[in-house]
C-alpha cells in the first residue's frame, strides 16, 4: 500500500506532502472501492449473509409461513438416526465411487489418447468434447431415451448381440450406474482437458532420455509421465468428489430419485425436504452436514497426499 | 501400437537439419496411427446421443416406439418440432433464457472485469481482506446458500419473475478471480506510461487494459454462458411462475407431463442443446480455455 508514496522523491515541505499523500490515499481509497464494491457486495451478500443465516435455520423449526421455533441441535440429531438420511448419503456414495475413478480415468486416457498430431486429432477432440455443453435437462431426456427398456438404442445393441434386455433406469440395482455414465458423458471433456494442459508441461527432455535408454512408451508412461502428473491427479479427485456428492441435477431429470428410491442423492433429500416438504430447519441441516462432508474430504485428501509427499496445491 | 508414432515432430524436425530433402516426410506421415483404432470408436460413440437425438426428433412418431426400433427414419417428419411450437411454450422459456444469460454475461463482463482490475492493481484500504473474503466463497457449496436465498427473494417479489434466475448470475466469485489472475499478469509498464500520460485510472482501465483482455472477457463470457444457461437447480427452486420458466426449467417439466412424446421431446432437445453447440463449434478454442481455467480456479 505504500509503494506508491516511495516512487515520488519528496520535494515539497513535510505538512504539504503530508496533505497531499493523505488526499491521494483517500482518492485510491475511494476509487478502489468504487471499482470492486459492485461485484463485492453482490458476491458476499449472496454467500456469506445467507450462509449464517442457513445456519440459523438449521437450530430452527420452520416452514415459511409460520413462526420460527428455535429447536436447539434437534435437527442436527433427528438426522443421525433418519434411516432415510443414511440411505441417501449411501446412494450419493455408490454414485461417487462410480463416477469419480472412471472419470479421473477416462480423463487420463482419453488426453493421452488426444495428446497426439495425427490426422483428424481436431475431429476426435471435437466429438470428445462437445457433449460438454449438454445440460442436465437435456442429458435426461437422452439417458431415458437411449436407456429406455422397451425401445432404447442400448438395449437395442444387446438383441442384436444376443444378451438379456436390462431395466436400466427402471432397475434400482442399475440406475445410478447409467446416472454415473451420463455424467461421464457429459464432463469426461472436462477431466480430459485438465490432463492435457496437464501433459503439455511433462518434460520432453525426461520423455527423451527415457526413450534413448531403451524404455518403452509403456514404461515412459509409468516412469515419467505418471509421476509428473500426480498432483493434477489429485487435484481433479477432488474436485470431481466435490461434484459428485453435489448429485441432484441428473437425478431430478432422469429417475427423480427412484426407482424405490434407489436414486435418491443427499442434495435430492435436502431439497426434497426443504421445497417439497418446506421443512426449511431440516433441509439447512442437510446443507451443513453436506458441507461438513465436504471439508472433511477435501482435507483428507489433501493430508493423505501431503503425507505420500505429494503436494496438490 | 504406440510406436509408429512416438514424437514424430521431433524425428522429422532432425531430419530436416541433416536432409534438406523433405520427400521423406512424406511417407512418415501417410502411415496410419493405430490410435485411429481407439479414437474413432470412442468418438463416435461420444457423439452417438447426439445423433441420435437429431434422427429422433425428425423421426414419424410411431417409428421412435416401435419394436425393434429402427436406427435411421424411414422418412423425415417435423411433427415434432411442430407440436413443439403449436402446443408448447418453448418461445417464451426461449425468450426467458436469453434474457437471463445475455443480462448475466453482460453483468458478469462490467462487474468482474471491474473487481478483477481493483484487486488486481489498485490499492485501496481493505483490498486484501476484499480477495480473501471472495476467494473464500468459492468453499461454500450452493446447497448451503439455496434455502435463505430463497426465502430472500421471495421476501423481495423476485420469485414471481426472471429477477430470481437472474440476480445470482450477475456476478461470481470465479469471475472476479479470473479477471484478477489476467489483469495480474499484465506488465505494470502499460499502466505506468498512462499514468504519465495524466490519464485516470479509469481511463487507463478502458483505454489501455480493457482492449487488451479481449481473451480473458471472452472465457468469463463463456463461462458465464455455459453456467446460466444450463442452470437447472436455482430456476427450479426460484421461479414460482409459469411465465417466467427457463427453456431448462420447461424441458425438465415434459419428462413429467410429455413422458412419451418423444419426437416433441428430442425436438426439445434439439432447440435446447443447438444454440451451445454451435457456439461450441465456433469457439472451440475459448471453450477450451474455460473448461482449463474453471479447473484452475482450486
Known amino acids: 500500500m505504500t509503494t506508491r508514496s516511495l516512487q515520488k522523491p519528496p520535494i515539497r515541505s513535510h505538512g504539504v506532502q503530508r496533505a497531499q499523500r493523505s488526499r491521494r490515499r483517500v482518492g485510491d481509497n475511494l476509487s478502489g472501492w468504487l471499482f470492486v464494491a459492485p461485484a463485492s457486495v453482490l458476491i458476499l451478500g449472496l454467500s456469506f449473509f445467507p450462509a449464517v443465516w442457513s445456519f440459523i435455520l438449521s437450530l430452527q423449526d420452520w416452514n415459511g409461513f409460520s413462526e420460527p421455533e428455535y429447536v436447539g441441535v434437534d435437527n442436527y440429531s433427528a438426522l443421525l438416526t433418519d434411516e432415510d438420511f443414511a440411505a441417501a448419503v449411501m446412494h450419493t456414495g455408490v454414485y461417487t465411487a462410480l463416477f469419480v475413478p472412471m472419470s479421473v480415468l477416462a480423463g487420463l486416457f482419453l488426453a493421452v489418447a488426444l495428446n497426439r498430431k495425427i490426422r483428424f486429432i481436431g475431429l476426435y477432440r471435437t466429438a470428445i468434447f462437445v457433449p460438454f455443453v449438454a445440460s442436465a435437462a437435456a442429458t435426461g431426456i437422452l439417458s431415458t431415451y437411449l436407456f429406455n427398456p422397451q425401445f432404447g438404442l442400448v438395449n437395442n445393441v ?14 434400482q440395482t442399475q440406475a445410478m450406474f447409467v446416472i454415473a455414465l451420463m455424467s461421464l458423458w457429459g464432463q469426461a ?44 491427479t489429485i487435484f481433479v479427485t477432488i474436485w470431481q468428489t466435490i461434484g459428485a456428492i453435489q448429485l441432484f441435477d441428473l437425478v431430478y431429470t432422469t429417475t427423480r430419485g427412484g426407482p424405490l428410491d434407489a436414486t435418491k442423492t443427499i442434495v435430492y433429500y435436502l431439497w426434497e425436504q426443504a421445497f417439497r416438504r ?13 458441507f461438513a462432508l465436504t471439508l472433511v474430504i477435501t482435507i483428507g485428501v489433501v493430508l493423505y497426499s501431503r503425507r505420500r509427499g505429494q503436494d496438490a496445491f | 501400437m504406440t510406436t509408429v508414432d512416438s514424437p514424430p515432430s521431433v524425428n522429422v524436425a532432425e531430419q530436416k537439419t541433416i536432409t534438406p530433402v523433405t520427400r521423406s516426410r512424406a511417407p512418415r506421415r501417410r502411415r496410419m496411427s493405430g490410435w485411429h483404432f ?8 461420444f457423439l452417438l446421443p447426439f445423433i441420435q437425438m437429431f434422427m429422433a426428433s425428425v423421426s414419424p412418431a410411431k417409428e421412435l416406439v416401435s419394436y425393434p426400433p429402427p436406427f435411421i427414419p424411414s422418412r423425415i417428419d417435423f411433427t415434432g418440432f411442430i407440436a413443439l411450437f403449436q402446443n408448447t411454450d418453448i418461445m417464451l422459456w426461449l425468450l426467458n433464457s436469453t434474457i437471463v444469460s445475455v443480462t448475466a454475461i453482460a453483468s458478469h463482463l462490467v462487474f468482474c472485469s471491474l473487481a478483477g482490475y481493483g484487486f488486481a492493481r489498485l490499492t485501496f484500504r481493505g483490498r486484501n481482506f476484499g480477495i480473501f473474503a471472495i476467494l473464500g466463497t468459492i468453499m461454500i457449496p450452493t446447497q448451503l446458500l439455496m434455502i435463505p436465498t430463497y426465502v430472500l427473494f421471495s421476501r423481495l417479489g423476485l420469485v414471481d419473475g426472471l429477477g430470481a434466475a437472474i440476480v445470482p448470475w450477475l456476478a461470481t466469485a470465479f469471475g472476479v478471480f479470473l479477471m484478477r489472475q489476467f489483469f495480474m ?103 477450451i480455455q474455460t473448461m482449463t481455467m474453471t479447473g484452475l480456479r482450486g
Do not use: C, H
Open chain 2, 185 to 287: 499478469s499484465l506488465p505494470r509498464e502499460l499502466e505506468e506510461a498512462g499514468r504519465i500520460d495524466g490519464a485516470t485510472r479509469w481511463q487507463i482501465f478502458i483505454r489501455i487494459i480493457l482492449p487488451l483482455a479481449k481473451p480473458a472477457l471472452a472465457t468469463l463470457a463463456i463461462f458465464t454462458l455455459l453456467g446460466s444457461w444450463n442452470d437447472l437447480v436455482w430456476p427450479l427452486i426460484a421461479i414460482n411462475n409459469d411465465n417466467a420458466f427457463t427453456l431448462q426449467l420447461g424441458i425438465a417439466n415434459f419428462q413429467g407431463t410429455r413422458r412419451t412424446q418423444w419426437s416433441l421431446l428430442m425436438a426439445a432437445n434439439v432447440v435446447a442443446t443447438m444454440p451451445l453447440i454451435l457456439f461450441f463449434l465456433f469457439a472451440q478454442k475459448q471453450f
Open chain 1, 158 to 171: 444387446l438383441r442384436v448381440l444376443g444378451l438379456p434386455a436390462q431395466g436400466w433406469l427402471e432397475d
Open chain 1, 278 to 290: 418446506l421443512d426449511f430447519g431440516y433441509g439447512s441441516a442437510v446443507a451443513y452436514a453436506l
Open chain 1, 189 to 232: 471433456a472436462f477431466t480430459t482437458v485438465i490432463y492435457l494442459a496437464a501433459l503439455q508441461d511433462v518434460s520432453g527432455e525426461l520423455l527423451e532420455a527415457s526413450r534413448l535408454d531403451g524404455a518403452n512408451p509403456w514404461q515412459s508412461f509409468w516412469n515419467v509421465v505418471w509421476p509428473s502428473l500426480r498432483p493434477v
Open chain 2, 38 to 45: 481407439v479414437l474413432a470408436p470412442i468418438a463416435l460413440l
